[in-house]
């Protein structure tokens, strides 16, 4: 397996995981993945999973389960964009990961979405149990056929072959409640429409 564009492939005598946790987490991935990705594919995806999460995040202590499961949901998509794997037409998009309280309990200024987003979406039925704040990446993208973007500029990986759209969604953070509730449900109604326009 070729190295990923922008994955720093680990050598035998450099420590590559900052933490050292996300060890477990990359065998059973390797063992996962038998076959389709080495373990230095699994190892040098794990190790910059990890490193996206803790750019956004607060508090670090509990990344390494999410960055065991964004690595994971990077190899399906990679395995998906290399046709090891088949799949169904699927979509992007992007999740700005948000910034959990500071040690005092207080929330740091800016967090997107400020304190009622998850409200909101709870308000609304979605269930947010095994929901993560996780960034869009390369491999995510490669195997979409379509990318929704909110605002997201160059920060967002483009490749050719995708179709991209841009929804102009107002910026939740640090709206009241009934702001939130109302973006929530402008996304809501835009994602209906394209899902009849996209039926056969």
């Excluded at 050598?11 to 477990?24: C, I, Q, T």
């Excluded at 979406?121 to 947010?128: I, K, N, Q, S, W």
Aim: hydrophobic residues 40%; negative net charge; glycine residues 8%.
């Amino acid at each position: 397996m070729a190295p990923l564009d922008g994955i720093a492939m680990p050598s035998p005598s450099s420590p590559l995981l900052p933490d050292e946790r996300l060890a477990a987490g990359a065998a059973r991935l390797a063992t996962r993945y038998t076959g389709r990705f080495g373990p230095e594919t699994v190892l040098g995806l794990i190790a910059d999973s990890y490193a996206r999460l803790a750019e956004h995040a607060w508090i670090r202590t509990h990344l390494v389960v999410p960055a065991e499961r964004l690595t994971a949901e990077r190899l399906d998509a990679l395995a998906h964009a290399q046709a090891l794997t088949d799949g169904p037409t699927s979509c992007a998009v992007r999740v700005q990961p948000e910034r959990g309280p500071l040690p005092d309990g207080r929330r740091p200024p800016g967090p997107p979405g400020g304190p009622y987003i998850g409200q909101a979406l709870t308000e609304a039925g979605v269930d947010l149990a095994d929901a993560y704040p996780k960034p869009l990446t390369e491999e995510v993208v490669q195997a979409a056929d379509i990318v929704i973007t909110m605002g997201c500029g160059d920060a967002c990986p483009v490749v050719s072959g995708c179709r991209y759209l841009d929804w102009p969604v107002a910026d939740p953070d640090g709206a009241p409640i009934a702001v939130v509730r109302g973006i929530r449900d402008a996304i809501d109604a835009r994602t209906t429409e394209f899902l009849t326009q996209l039926a056969p």
